[in-house]
């Protein structure tokens, strides 16, 4: 017998500012034993009855590459094996609905996928592994183009004018290597930008601000995994990794608690 997590939706009740990134720790368990027993796993994935347990583990293994992608640093090799695994179960999903006619599961396929392609894009772009982003760069420019999306709601697509080329299907298509890696070492250098910059660099502050791995008030020591310490209840300020950490550390706290 295999434990299955459904994903988000079983936690639909709970509060929490960082939404699913609380439940970091819960994700990372069920995918460790993906990687434990993935022979396993993937002859359960490969039921077509099980298809939305493909579909909602694709958003788990999105959930936590996100975390450890945001995270930066060592957390990239995390983010990539993450990713590695979802890759797998992208295509036993897509295995399990074929043929089915059903269009919601087809464009929900095609959502998760997108979202994977840019998580690979990011995290190689993030390390300056610009060759390795740029076939997923084109995968993210079909996408686009496959959903029709207008120039306010394009990511990618319009950045095809920067090399002086009109998008179309045989334009994306027809894109050589070169011209793939031209176009990002100009968003590199757009990135690089004194006004661009500095916006980026705000967002990555938030960005590190929101999957922080949070260091206890008392001991010092810092948490495994989103949530695994508890904030103080009166000033939600700092964390504690025990009650016995919190009560030792009470009577310097009390001073500042609320202020």
Not at 164 to 174: A, C, G, H, I, W
């Amino acid at each position: 017998h295999v434990c299955f997590f459904t994903g988000p939706s079983t936690y639909s009740q709970v509060s929490s500012k960082r939404g699913n990134l609380k439940y970091e720790k819960t994700y990372r368990e069920y995918y460790d034993d993906l990687v434990s027993n993935e022979a396993e796993w993937m002859t359960f994935f490969d039921h077509r009855g099980n298809f939305e347990h493909a579909e909602h583990t694709c958003g788990i293994l999105g959930t936590l590459a996100t975390v450890y992608r945001q995270r930066e640093g060592t957390f990239y090799k995390d983010c990539e094996e993450v990713l590695d695994m979802e890759e797998k179960v992208l295509l036993k999903y897509k295995n399990a609905i074929a043929g089915t006619g059903a269009m919601s599961q087809y464009q929900c396929y095609d959502t998760l996928e997108f979202k994977y392609h840019v998580l690979r894009f990011n995290t190689y772009r993030k390390q300056e592994r610009l060759n390795e982003a740029a076939p997923y760069f084109r995968k993210l420019l079909e996408y686009e183009l496959r959903n029709n999306m207008d120039f306010e709601h394009q990511e990618f697509l319009f950045l095809l004018t920067w090399i002086d080329l009109q998008p179309s299907p045989e334009t994306v298509r027809n894109l050589t290597r070169n011209q793939l890696m031209k176009l990002l070492h100009k968003l590199r250098e757009m990135e690089k930008s004194s006004a661009m910059s500095e916006m980026m660099a705000a967002e990555q502050q938030n960005l590190h601000k929101r999957v922080a791995l949070m260091n206890c008030a008392g001991c010092g020591s810092t948490e495994s995994a989103i949530g695994d310490y508890k904030s103080c209840s009166r000033c939600e300020k700092i964390f504690y990794c025990t009650k016995t950490c919190q009560k030792n550390n009470w009577k310097a706290h009390k001073k500042v608690c609320n202020k």
